[in-house]
């Protein structure tokens, strides 16, 4: 079992920054690849930032250049910081993570999921 937190989120301006942490707790989350998927209301869940074991990271196209994923083994913490906001990155921002290999853009392959942060982006 593994249990993830996340923090870090907030309301802020179009431009701004934000860096979200998931704290994971039981199984060492190096044992994992972690995942950053958003929900917006009314909207599906959405991947955002992944990060395997051997630390390659993977980015929707719209996070490319903004967001950074990275990974803190000895703190079993993960991050996503996010700079130059947009208010379509606004929505509930959750941390997962995955045991076995597979596509790391899909919901359904991670097997443990954090309650999420808010994070809103006024324009």
């Known amino acids: 079992q593994v249990q993830l937190v996340e923090s870090g989120g907030g309301l802020v301006q179009a431009g701004d920054s934000l860096q979200l942490s998931c704290a994971a707790s039981g199984r060492t989350s190096s044992n994992y690849a972690m995942g950053w998927f958003r929900q917006a209301p009314g909207k599906e869940r959405e991947f955002v930032a992944a990060i395997r074991i051997g630390g390659f990271t993977y980015y929707k196209d719209s996070a490319k250049g903004r967001f950074t994923i990275s990974r803190d083994n000895a703190k079993n913490t993960v991050y996503l910081q996010m700079n130059s906001l947009k208010p379509e990155d606004t929505g509930v921002y959750f941390c997962?993570?995955?045991?076995?290999?597979?596509?790391?853009?899909?919901?359904?392959?991670?097997?443990?999921w954090g309650q999420g942060t808010q994070v809103t982006v006024s324009s």
């Open positions: 997962a993570a995955r045991r076995y290999s597979g596509s790391v853009y899909v919901p359904s392959g991670y097997e443990y």
